[in-house]
Nanobody
C-alpha cells in the first residue's frame, strides 16, 4: 500500500486549503484513514480521522474549521481547511490503518503567511 499526499502550499491566514491523499494497493475495505500533522519542534498530532463507514473525529484545535471526507471508490481522502491560522502550519501526513497494518504517506507542507 502506498499513500500519496498532495495539496499543501502557502496559504494566507484566514484562507482555505484542500489536501488530498490517494491510497493505492491492496486495501481492506474496513479501514480508518486520517490526517496528522507535525510542526517544527513539536510531536506529531492527530488532526482528523474518518472510518470506512464515514465516522469522523477531529482534534479540538481544528473542530469547526476543518472537514475530512473520503471517496471510498477512489480510495482518496480529503481535508478541507478553512480559516487557516498560524497554528495550522506543519507537515501534514495521511495515514491508513486496517487489521494489523499501519501505513503513512510522505507528508505535504502547509505554510501560513500573515
Amino acid at each position: 500500500v502506498q499513500l500519496q499526499a498532495s495539496g499543501g502550499g502557502l496559504v494566507q491566514a484566514g484562507g482555505s486549503l484542500r489536501l488530498s491523499c490517494a491510497a493505492t494497493g491492496k486495501i481492506f475495505r474496513i479501514n480508518t484513514m486520517g490526517w496528522y500533522r507535525q510542526a517544527p519542534g513539536k510531536e506529531r498530532e492527530m488532526v482528523a480521522t474518518i472510518t470506512s463507514g464515514h465516522v469522523t473525529d477531529y482534534s479540538d484545535s481544528v473542530k469547526g474549521r476543518v472537514i475530512i471526507s473520503r471517496d471510498s471508490d477512489k480510495n482518496t481522502m480529503y481535508l478541507q481547511m478553512n480559516s487557516v491560522n498560524a497554528g495550522d502550519a506543519a507537515v501534514y501526513y495521511c495515514r491508513l490503518r486496517f487489521t494489523r497494518y499501519d501505513f503513512w504517506g510522505q507528508g505535504t507542507l502547509v505554510t501560513v503567511s500573515s
